[in-house]
Each structure stands twice: as structure tokens, then as C-alpha cells.
């Protein structure tokens, strides 16, 4: 799936998603814009739901992209969400997200951090020593936080090394292998003011060969007969993390989310069956599997550098601020023009951002017909961790976004003017 759901070309050869032709939208909104598909949002979160049978506990992972709109759309679909930061919180609140289908993440949460989860009625996720010890300051006396332990089963995936968190050496979670998990997890079991639901664990992102969820399934369910024998716990949750990945070209062939869920549970039945241990929840993370498909990026060509025998620069309007990725993990796209996607792609082009960085390329040898400055580009897959790792660098607005469904665009976070550049500055 490179393309939304609703993608078609209309009866005037346009790219149309969502019953709405792109050119009618950026000659509205401007350019760069993202666009988002309801229906494929709805459909992408429906089929992790549909997998699952009841016996899974889907939550999207706000990183990926946490606009207020999107996330009550993911709401409506009964998800659940996972925060990273007090920020994603306080956005997830705003936008009427339930806080018990809430689950705080990520590494180093500071004592701000757990006090406003605490509060806020959502489930954390211990993810090293240190929390220990603000949990104790934050939760009153006689009073309790629901809570999960990370554990980093020892299992590096087929991913991007920079995207990779279920190895030994990582930032994240209690390594299994060194015992610390366990002893992590039974301090959690220990504490007054913990209720320890489950354990957690989550092995990197945008993978497509999933034997390595089932090493670390193995990996976690050893670990929950150990503490079955030694202190009779056994986790209502256990967490599988995300990390499905999508396709970015049409070279890419990823599972589907039902492939990713139903694999899952058959390993947590077999594992289970195999130890004689009661059967908890699985719980799993989706976040670009649901978001990524649903979105595109549209730009404007400007500047056309051609160098003979060498390479031909087509320049957007956008780049690095809007789209880190390339850069950051040396991520793989595709491009349309959005008059003529249909036309025979003959000319190999470089499309370059307008960043001051030699390194701003959104695509390396892109396949597109003949084109001019003032044709606009649509990229595909462009709805996860790019917006949501947007910036300001070189003093440059952030793209508009508009949610399309049935033919009608809603403008969901309108596009930064030079003010906002200064909004927190103290002049």
C-alpha cells in the first residue's frame, strides 16, 4: 500500500484522494501540504482492531503523528495511545483522548512527567531505575500508579541501526538477559506504590521480517515463567511494541497489519501452551503502519538545475524541515507529479529541499515524466515522522494539513506564519 485507500486519477488525469483533487488543494492551501485520508486511517486502525479478536490491547503510538484531529479519529476507532513525553500527553487530553486508554512510554520521564500522568489517570511504563524513585515522590501515600516494566529482550531486528531499540546495548528498557529485567519487575511488585500490570518490551521500527517479534515473544515469556516460579506473577499485559513497517517505494512489500497481529498471538498462544502460563493481553503499538499510509506531502518544483552527464536538481518548496528522514536514516521515497502520475516516468531527477545543507535531497534518482518549475509533486507514504519531527531550521514555516474524506478537505493545523517564528521569543 504506497498510496492511501481512496487514491485514484480522476476524470481530468489529476491525483485525487479522498474524493478530492489534489491541485484543487494546494491552489486552496498552499504549498508544501499534507494530506491525510480519513478513510485509510480508519481502515488501517480497524484492521490491527479486527486482528486482534478482543484478545489484544492496540495503542497508536503518538510519535508517529499527534494532531488533536487525528488523534479523536483514532479514539473513535477504540484505541488506545502511547505518549512519550508530557507534551504528547497534554496534546492527547486536549483533543478529549480517554486518559485510561493512555500509556505513558519512553526513557528518563521526569518527575513533571509522572506527576502529570499520575493525575492524569493514565498507565506508565517504567523504563529505567531512576523512576523508581520519582514515582515514589509523585503518587501519594495509600494511593497507586498502574503501571508496566520495559524489558530490552536482547533482539536486534532487520531494521536501520538508528531505529533498532531491542538489543543489549540500548537506551531503552531493563535488559532480560542480565537479570536486571526481573529484578526490575519484581522491585516494581515490591513497591507500595505500584501496581504492576505487565511487562513491556519493543524491538525497533519499520520491519518487515517479523521473526524477530517472535524471538523476543520467546525471549519475554521465558522471563514470565521465571517470575511465575519465584514470586507466582503472572502479567494481565504484555506488550510487544510496534515497529511494522510500511511500504516507501514500490519495491517494498511489508505484512499487513493482520499478518503482524495474527503472528503475534499465534507466538504468545504456542509460548503460553508450551509453559503452562495463564494467557494475558497482547498488547501492541502501531503507529507509522496506521498514520504512514494515510498521508502524502505535496510540493511545488521551483529551480531546475541541470548539469550535463552529471544530474538534474529539481528544487521544492519544502525539504529537511518538513521531511528529517532522508537525512536521519537515509529513508527511500517516491514521487508523482500530480497532473499526470500515469505518464511514463523517462527522466531520472534528484529532488533537492530548499535547506541550506548540502545534504537536504528528499530523493535520490526519482523516476518522473517531463516536467517544469510550478508542477507539483506528490510523495506518498509521507504520514509518519514527518510532521511530527518538523522544525523551524532556517527560520522556515511548518506545512499546513488538511484531513480529506468524501470529497471535502478540513484544514486541520494551519500552516506557520513568519510571527509564529517569534511567539517565544522575548523581544
Same mark, same amino acid.
Given at each position: 500500500?504506497?498510496?492511501?485507500?481512496?487514491?485514484?486519477?480522476?476524470?481530468?488525469?489529476?491525483?485525487?484522494?479522498?474524493?478530492?483533487?489534489?491541485?484543487? +488543494?494546494?491552489?486552496? %492551501? @498552499?504549498? $508544501?501540504?499534507?494530506?491525510?485520508?480519513?478513510?485509510?486511517?480508519?481502515? *488501517? !486502525?480497524? &484492521?490491527?482492531?479486527?486482528?486482534?479478536?478482543?484478545?489484544?490491547?492496540?495503542?497508536?503510538?503518538?510519535?508517529?503523528?499527534?494532531?488533536?484531529?487525528?488523534?479523536?479519529?483514532?479514539?473513535?476507532?477504540?484505541?488506545?495511545?502511547?505518549?512519550?513525553?508530557?507534551?504528547?500527553?497534554?496534546?492527547?487530553?486536549?483533543?478529549?483522548?480517554?486518559?485510561?486508554?493512555?500509556?505513558?512510554?519512553?526513557?528518563?520521564?521526569?518527575?513533571?512527567?509522572?506527576?502529570?500522568?499520575?493525575?492524569?489517570?493514565?498507565?506508565?511504563?517504567?523504563?529505567?531505575?531512576?523512576?523508581?524513585?520519582?514515582?515514589?515522590?509523585?503518587?501519594?501515600?495509600?494511593?497507586?500508579?498502574?503501571?508496566?516494566?520495559?524489558?530490552?529482550?536482547?533482539?536486534?531486528?532487520?531494521?536501520?541501526?538508528?531505529?533498532?531499540?531491542?538489543? +543489549?546495548?540500548?537506551? %531503552? @528498557?531493563? $535488559?532480560?538477559?542480565?537479570?536486571?529485567?526481573?529484578?526490575?519487575?519484581? *522491585? !516494581?511488585? &515490591?513497591?507500595?506504590?505500584?501496581?504492576?500490570?505487565?511487562?513491556?518490551?519493543?524491538?525497533?521500527?519499520?520491519?518487515?521480517?517479523?521473526?524477530?517479534?517472535?524471538?523476543?515473544?520467546?525471549?519475554?515469556?521465558?522471563?514470565?515463567?521465571?517470575?511465575?516460579?519465584?514470586?507466582?506473577?503472572?502479567?494481565?499485559?504484555?506488550?510487544?511494541?510496534?515497529?511494522?513497517?510500511?511500504?516507501?517505494?514500490?519495491?517494498?512489500?511489508?505484512?499487513?497489519?493482520?499478518?503482524?497481529?495474527?503472528?503475534?498471538?499465534?507466538?504468545?498462544?504456542?509460548?503460553?501452551?508450551?509453559?503452562?502460563?495463564?494467557?494475558?493481553?497482547?498488547?501492541?503499538?502501531?503507529?507509522?503502519?496506521?498514520?504512514?499510509?494515510?498521508?502524502?506531502?505535496?510540493?511545488?518544483?521551483?529551480?531546475?538545475?541541470?548539469?550535463?552527464?552529471?544530474?538534474?536538481?529539481?528544487?521544492?518548496?519544502?525539504?529537511?524541515?518538513?521531511?528529517?528522514?532522508?537525512?536521519?536514516?537515509? !529513508?527511500?521515497?517516491?514521487?508523482?507529479?500530480?497532473?499526470?502520475?500515469?505518464?511514463?516516468?523517462?527522466?531520472?531527477?534528484?529532488?533537492?529541499?530548499?535547506?541550506?545543507?548540502?545534504?537536504?535531497?528528499?530523493?535520490?534518482?526519482?523516476?518522473?515524466?517531463?516536467?517544469?518549475?510550478?508542477?507539483?509533486?506528490?510523495?506518498?507514504?509521507?504520514?509518519?515522522?514527518?510532521?511530527?519531527?518538523?522544525?523551524?531550521?532556517?527560520?522556515?514555516?511548518?506545512?499546513?494539513?488538511?484531513?480529506?474524506?468524501?470529497?471535502?478537505?478540513?484544514?486541520?493545523?494551519?500552516?506557520?506564519?513568519?510571527?509564529?517564528?517569534?511567539?517565544?521569543?522575548?523581544?
Amino acid at each position: 500500500m504506497l498510496l492511501p485507500a481512496t487514491y485514484r486519477v480522476n476524470a481530468r488525469g489529476h491525483m485525487e484522494i479522498g474524493g478530492c483533487d489534489l491541485l484543487e +488543494l494546494v491552489a486552496e %492551501f @498552499g504549498t $508544501p501540504l499534507y494530506v491525510y485520508d480519513e478513510d485509510t486511517v480508519r481502515q *488501517r !486502525a480497524r &484492521e490491527f482492531q479486527v486482528a486482534g479478536a478482543g484478545q489484544t490491547v492496540v495503542l497508536y503510538s503518538a510519535k508517529a503523528f499527534a494532531s488533536p484531529a487525528f488523534l479523536r479519529l483514532i479514539a473513535d476507532e477504540g484505541l488506545g495511545l502511547d505518549v512519550v513525553s508530557a507534551g504528547e500527553l497534554h496534546v492527547a487530553l486536549k483533543a478529549g483522548f480517554p486518559a485510561d486508554r493512555i500509556y505513558f512510554l519512553g526513557n528518563n520521564k521526569s518527575e513533571e512527567d509522572l506527576a502529570y500522568a499520575f493525575e492524569s489517570g493514565c498507565t506508565v511504563v517504567i523504563d529505567g531505575s531512576y523512576e523508581f524513585d520519582l514515582v515514589g515522590r509523585v503518587v501519594p501515600s495509600g494511593r497507586r500508579q498502574r503501571v508496566l516494566v520495559r524489558c530490552s529482550p536482547g533482539v536486534k531486528p532487520d531494521t536501520h541501526d538508528f531505529i533498532s531499540t531491542g538489543q +543489549l546495548d540500548s537506551k %531503552f @528498557g531493563f $535488559p532480560v538477559e542480565t537479570g536486571l529485567a526481573r529484578a526490575a519487575a519484581e *522491585r !516494581a511488585l &515490591e513497591h507500595p506504590k505500584l501496581e504492576l500490570v505487565g511487562l513491556h518490551s519493543h524491538i525497533g521500527s519499520q520491519i518487515f521480517d517479523l521473526r524477530g517479534h517472535v524471538a523476543a515473544m520467546q525471549v519475554m515469556l521465558d522471563l514470565v515463567e521465571e517470575m511465575r516460579t519465584a514470586v507466582g506473577f503472572s502479567p494481565a499485559v504484555l506488550g510487544a511494541g510496534g515497529g511494522l513497517g510500511i511500504a516507501y517505494t514500490e519495491a517494498h512489500d511489508p505484512p499487513t497489519p493482520r499478518e503482524f497481529v495474527e503472528t503475534l498471538l499465534q507466538a504468545l498462544h504456542a509460548g503460553c501452551a508450551e509453559r503452562g502460563l495463564d494467557l494475558p493481553k497482547l498488547m501492541v503499538e502501531p503507529g507509522r503502519s496506521i498514520a504512514g499510509p494515510a498521508g502524502v506531502a505535496l510540493y511545488t518544483i521551483g529551480s531546475i538545475k541541470e548539469i550535463p552527464g552529471v544530474r538534474t536538481y529539481a528544487a521544492v518548496d519544502g525539504g529537511m524541515g518538513d521531511n528529517i528522514r532522508p537525512k536521519l536514516y537515509g !529513508a527511500q521515497y517516491e514521487a508523482f507529479l500530480v497532473h499526470s502520475p500515469e505518464a511514463a516516468a523517462d527522466r531520472v531527477v534528484t529532488i533537492a529541499g530548499k535547506y541550506c545543507e548540502s545534504t537536504d535531497i528528499l530523493i535520490h534518482d526519482a523516476h518522473l515524466p517531463a516536467f517544469s518549475s510550478g508542477d507539483v509533486l506528490c510523495v506518498p507514504a509521507a504520514g509518519a515522522y514527518q510532521m511530527s519531527m518538523a522544525s523551524n531550521y532556517n527560520g522556515m514555516t511548518r506545512p499546513a494539513v488538511v484531513l480529506v474524506k468524501d470529497g471535502s478537505a478540513r484544514l486541520i493545523r494551519r500552516r506557520e506564519t513568519l510571527d509564529d517564528l517569534l511567539a517565544t521569543e522575548l523581544l
